[in-house]
T-cell receptor, first 112, second 114 residues
Framework: QKEVEQNSGPLSVPEGAIASLNCTYS??????FFWYRQYSGKSPELIMS????GDKEDGRFTAQLNKASQYVSLLIRDSQPSDSATYLC????????????FGTGTRLKVLA | SQTIHQWPATLVQPVGSPLSLECTVE??????LYWYRQAAGRGLQLLFY??????ISSEVPQNLSASRPQDRQFILSSKKLLLSDSGFYLC?????????????FGQGTRLTVV
């Protein structure tokens, strides 16, 4: 079982729709969760971090965390063609190993 | 503000040649530093991480090594490159010792071994 699992996609949504990206993780000790966006040929850029169960909103982005189910998701409202990218989920512990473990990413395509 | 610099941006090297990629961070002290590799169409594989000068942890046994000669400098090396070393190499940093800290990436080096 991979430590962090994501559906590779592509996930295609029409412009203006809500894109829903999902991620599951296996290490129950994980305490910090992150979403990165990576455009083709570029390095990942941080979009959201979430540390507590529930929802966290930042503009058009909402991260959702459910530690009991070991599940974290990212919602993108009013999707734009410029949101087309690969979205990487990452998890880490807050102590000990200091490692950030990444999923393989979900490719999102927003259709104009 | 903190910035991370990584160079070179692209590199084409023959099989068997040495490698040295450098990463430096500005605007912070004693950061955690990381080297990741991303093969074409794949996720990020953690290669090495460092929580301080001279403290290197290796995640994957392979043809590469890392060093941290100064607080904000992280170097990835190889004595003899293999074809399988091709990929997108990313350096990242995070705040040392802080709870719930985020990792930030450099611009990456695209290495092609021919």
């Amino acid at each position: 079982q991979k430590e962090v699992e994501q559906n590779s996609g592509p996930l295609s949504v029409p412009e203006g729709a809500i894109a829903s990206l999902n991620c599951t993780y296996s290490d129950r000790v994980s305490q910090s969760f992150f979403w990165y966006r990576q455009y083709s040929g570029k390095s990942p850029e941080l979009i959201m971090s979430i540390y507590s169960n529930g929802d966290k909103e930042d503009g058009r982005f909402t991260a959702q965390l459910n530690k009991a189910s070991q599940y974290v998701s990212l919602l993108i409202r009013d999707s734009q063609p410029s949101d087309s990218a690969t979205y990487l989920c990452a998890v880490s512990r807050t102590s000990g190993t200091y490692k950030y473990i990444f999923g393989t990413g979900t490719r999102l395509k927003v259709l104009a | 503000s903190q910035t991370i610099h990584q160079w070179p941006a692209t590199l084409v090297q023959p099989v068997g040649s040495p490698l040295s990629l450098e990463c430096t961070v500005e605007g912070t002290s004693n950061p955690n530093l990381y080297w990741y590799r991303q093969a074409a169409g794949r996720g990020l594989q953690l290669l090495f991480y460092s929580i301080g000068i001279g403290q290197i942890s290796s995640e994957v046994p392979q043809n590469l090594s890392a060093s941290r000669p100064q607080d904000r400098q992280f170097i990835l090396s190889s004595k003899k490159l293999l074809l399988s070393d091709s990929g997108f190499y990313l350096c990242a940093w995070s705040v040392h010792g802080g709870a719930n800290t985020e990792a930030f990436f450099g611009q990456g080096t695209r290495l092609t071994v021919v």
